[in-house]
């Protein structure tokens, strides 16, 4: 794909998990062959960026000879999938069955390159991040469970376990006769059902799983996981290399590339989980949700790309550093090297959009979102203190960043930054 960095390759290990070897060999093919630059997306997928076109082939075999590459459908699971103490089914049967309907005839090759099914076994790490065209949700007791079936964001109904992957393949076959371009809100809902009523199971609404956040999981096998961040969502080949070589030293085998930019470790035991994390903690990597950098997204802005006018993930790094209790976890701050915003095309209560001029402050929008204030690139940090400022004046008794500056407004907040607190 064409970036204004050069060319990106987006990487989905089979079954999202990658050894610490094949990791640290991904690494050396991104210096050799790319900018150095490897991140994890939101959606758990690996990118190496700036690739030249005249390597592209060469890097591509180099990738063929370390690492399986999942390609056709995307089907998403849980990256516990199946280790999940908490989950009512595993998903991976059922997403195998799927993939194995879809690519048997010319269904596949009729579906859009967007088109997503998410299989969701209703463990403490889901995929609730992805618009999903299909997601079926593990619902019921794990005795006896059933799946709850959305198409385009809107339920459907309940499947039996044995009805599940027909009822995909009959969703997809409509998705794909309204053309490449066809998704699942796009679906007619009255067709839909016709197709599925047969096999459709009346219920009640079910409630969405209870979600986990923490650092360590305990897995259903005794083992546990260790979920480590990329700062940023990025990381350089000497770093990742490093993160390698710290987790073959506490015999970890296997990482499972997960969403918010994470890598999740499955170590033999808690301690070796601990060791582990003191060691990513040491390179720089997030290990602890309460990591200030874990709310905040960033692109590489000028260091790397040619449309860069701010080198963004520096600026976000002096700001979660200067004032690390403003980023309480209610919100996203974005900072982007240019209206593009690469790194969250989606609102977030704060972003910061470098431009020829100085850097737009737009609050609660996106990249391309009207700002509320132009200011000097150098005054950032101050703009930040202000911010911070703000929200501690204006809180009321235990009250979020997100919810004082919904309450403040963008008026209110936009005059604070340019004249201090009067
Ligand atoms: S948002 Fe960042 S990475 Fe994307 S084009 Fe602009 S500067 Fe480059």
Sequence with gaps: MQTDDGLLARLRPVGGVISPHQLRAVADLAERFGNGQIEVTARGNLQVRGLRADVVAEFAQGIEAVVAIESGLVIETSPLAGLDGHEIADPRPLAEAI??????GALEAALGPKVTVVVDGGGCIGRDELAADI??????????PMWAL???GQGTGLLRAEDAAGAVWAALSLIAGLGPLGRGRDLDGRALYQALAPILVAGA?????????????ALADGRAGAAVGLAFGAANAATLSA???????????????APQHQLIAICATEADAARFAQAAGTLGFITTSADPRGAVSACIGSEGCASGTIAARRVAETLTRAEP?????????????CAKGCAHPGPALLTLVGNEDGVDLVVDGSAKGAPALRMASDAVPLAMERLATLW???RKLGESVASC?????AASIAATVQQGRQ
């Design 243 to 257: 993160l390698a070589n710290a987790a073959q030293a506490v015999g970890i085998a296997e990482f499972h590339l």
């Design 325 to 337: 209790e403003f980023f309480d976890g209610s919100f996203a701050l974005h900072v982007s090297g």
């Design 99 to 104: 993939r194995l309907a879809v690519a048997d």
């Design 205 to 217: 609404p079910q409630h969405p799983p209870a979600r986990l956040t923490q650092d360590r999981i």
């Design 150 to 152: 959305e198409v385009g």
């Design 135 to 144: 997601r079926l949700t593990a619902v019921g007791s794990a005795d006896a």
């Design 405 to 409: 500056f919904k309450r403040l407004g």
């Design 392 to 394: 501690r004046d204006e």
